[in-house]
């Protein structure tokens, strides 16, 4: 996997666990850029700003959720569950109870 | 349980997870309140404030917190876990790996 890739899977994730904790607006610039993978100039046509006022909003978010990580670490908690979770799987198997609930336990997540 | 120890205990909860978005300054408040068990004159006189402010302090304090669990839902989230990780358990209660395995998940929350 290419590292911007892996960078863009890992902003993507970081999103899904703080996006609430970010302003409305800055949950539109990340949208836009990451889920929706419009350029910087298409999203600066879009709100009528900057081409730079898009970067610069996009740096600001993404260092919010760099922040949020380093105070909360969730991805990394979740990295661990999940591991820990498919230990706990390959104890059994083949018991489909044990196995759906270790995948309930990571939908909580 | 009464009701003003379930309220304390349930801050306190919510400290441990969103502890690190508070300011310095609001954890030390909350810290003397719930964890020390000062009361409000007391740390009006440790702080040099007056009652009143330590009292808005501390109301301030509270209301970030409820204000995390209801963006990011950790508290709600770890009580779930814990409920699906004693099924999990449930399901083999002899099983000592099993066991280490869950309790390993739960301290990972």
Redo the contacts between chains.
Sequence with gaps: MDNQLAEKIRYNSLFD??G??LTEKQREYFEYYYSEDYSLSEIADLLKVSRNAVYDQIKIVLSHLEI?EK??G?LK?KH??NM??E??KA??PN?A??DS??E??KK??
Tied chains: 1, 2.
Aim: no cysteine; proline share 0%.
């Design positions: 666990l703080y609430s904790l949020y105070k909360l969730l908690q661990k569950q820990i979770g230990q706990i104890l059994y018991d109870q044990l609930l270790v309930k336990l909580t997540e």
